[in-house]
C-alpha cells in the first residue's frame, strides 16, 4: 500500500520544472485572419430593388480581442460590401464599418420624379459602451453607442448600374440607446419570457449637400409577455415612432419585413408603429445523420399583426382610418451543418383593408 503511494505519479516531473516557466503577455498572430464561419444569405429588397444574394464571412482572434465580419452580395448588376472590425482588447474597444450597399431613392428628372437605386459608400466609426446592472436569473443593462458616419451617395441605374449622378458627402453624428429591464430567457425559449427593453436611436448631420441639416428621433420599447411559458410560448409587443427633418434617415420599410405588398407611407416623416409577434415551439428534434450531418434542431409557429400610421402628416394617427394593418403566420426552423445554422421561415400576410395577401420566404 506504501508503495502504491509512493509511486510517481504522472506528469508529477511539470511540477518539479514549473517554477523555471517564463510567463509573458500573450501574442496571437495572423491565423484569426482566416474565416471561421462562412455563411450564405439572400435579402429581399423593395420596389426596383432586386434580391441581394450573397456570403458572410466572420473571424475571431482565440481572446476575442479581434473580430471581423465581411459581407459581399451582388444584385442590379453591382457588387455590393460591408466590413466591420471590432477591437475588445480594452474597455470599451470600438468598431469601425465600412462598404457600399443599395438603397431605394427618388430622382428628379424635371418632367417626373423616378425611383431609382442609392449607392450608398460609408465609413462608421462608434464606441460599444456596456453597464450590466444585473446578471442572475434575469438581467438588466445599459447599451449605449455614439458613432460617427462619413457618406457618399450617388444615383445609379438600376438595370446597367451606371452612374446617374454625381457623389454626394454627408457626415453624420449618431446616438444609439437601449435599456433592458429585467429580461429572463431559458434555454428553450424563443425570445425573453418577460422583462421589457426601451430603445432611442438619434441621428444629427454634421455637414450635407441638402439646404437644411437633417435630424432624426426613434423611440420605441419592446415587451415581453408570459404566456404559456411552461411551453415556452412568447408574446412580443413592439411600439416605436420616429420623427425627421431635413433628410429622410428612418424608412417604414424598416418597420416591416415583406408583412405588405408594397411599402406603406413610404416618404412620411412621422411615422408610428405596433406590432404583435406570438411564438409557438412546435418541435426540437435535435436530430442529424453521421455519415450526412445535416440536422434540424427547432421549428416553430409565429402568428403577428402589424400596423403603421402616419404621425402629425396633417392627419392624426388612427388605427382604423389613417393607418394599415397586416395579420399573418410564418413557420420557422433551424436547421444546417453542427457548424452552419440556417435560420429560415416562411410566412403569409394579409391586409383585410386592402384585401390583398403576400407570401414570402426570409
Do not use: C
Request: glycine share 8%.
Amino acid at each position: 500500500m506504501t508503495a502504491q503511494l509512493e509511486r510517481e505519479r504522472l506528469g508529477s516531473h511539470l511540477l518539479e520544472v514549473s517554477h523555471e516557466w517564463q510567463t509573458k503577455p500573450y501574442r496571437g498572430g495572423l491565423e484569426w485572419l482566416k474565416p471561421r464561419m462562412v455563411s450564405p444569405y439572400a435579402v429581399e429588397e423593395e420596389g426596383i430593388l432586386d434580391t441581394r444574394l450573397g456570403v458572410t464571412l466572420q473571424s475571431t482572434e482565440l481572446l476575442r480581442k479581434h473580430t471581423y465580419t465581411v459581407d459581399i452580395s451582388t444584385s442590379n448588376n453591382r457588387v455590393w460590401y460591408d466590413l466591420q472590425y471590432r477591437y475588445s482588447g480594452m474597455y470599451p474597444g470600438f468598431i469601425i464599418s465600412t462598404g457600399s450597399e443599395p438603397l431605394l431613392g427618388f430622382l428628379n428628372t424635371g418632367s417626373a420624379i423616378v425611383p431609382t437605386i442609392i449607392d450608398d459608400r460609408n465609413t462608421r466609426v462608434s464606441l460599444p459602451f456596456r453597464w450590466v446592472l444585473k446578471q442572475n436569473v434575469a438581467t438588466s443593462l445599459i447599451q449605449f453607442r455614439p458613432e460617427i458616419q462619413f457618406r457618399s451617395i450617388k444615383a445609379i441605374d438600376s438595370s446597367s448600374g451606371e452612374s446617374l449622378s454625381e457623389s454626394r458627402s454627408v457626415q453624420t453624428l449618431r446616438g444609439y440607446l437601449a435599456i433592458g429591464l429585467e429580461l429572463e430567457q431559458a434555454i428553450r425559449d424563443l425570445q425573453p419570457r418577460r422583462g421589457a427593453v426601451i430603445f432611442a436611436d438619434a441621428r444629427h448631420d454634421l455637414n450635407t449637400y441638402l439646404t437644411e441639416k437633417g435630424r432624426g428621433l426613434r423611440v420605441g420599447t419592446d415587451v415581453y409577455i408570459p404566456v404559456m411559458s411552461s411551453r415556452n410560448n412568447g408574446l412580443q409587443m413592439r411600439a416605436q415612432v420616429h420623427t425627421q427633418a431635413g433628410g429622410l434617415f428612418y424608412g417604414s420599410s424598416s418597420l416591416h419585413r415583406n408583412q405588405f405588398d408594397d411599402i406603406p407611407f413610404e416618404g412620411y416623416r412621422h411615422v408610428a408603429n405596433l406590432q404583435f409577434r406570438y411564438a409557438i415551439p412546435l418541435i426540437y428534434p435535435d436530430k442529424g445523420g453521421f455519415f450526412i450531418p445535416w440536422y434540424v434542431e427547432r421549428s416553430w409557429l409565429v402568428m403577428f399583426s402589424n400596423t403603421i400610421g402616419p404621425l402629425g402628416e396633417g392627419v392624426s394617427f388612427d388605427p382604423i382610418r389613417n393607418s394599415r394593418t397586416s395579420y399573418g403566420v410564418e413557420w420557422r426552423f433551424l436547421t444546417g451543418f453542427p457548424n452552419f445554422r440556417i435560420n429560415i421561415g416562411v410566412g403569409v400576410a394579409f391586409e383585410p383593408t386592402r384585401r390583398k395577401s403576400v407570401y414570402f420566404v426570409q
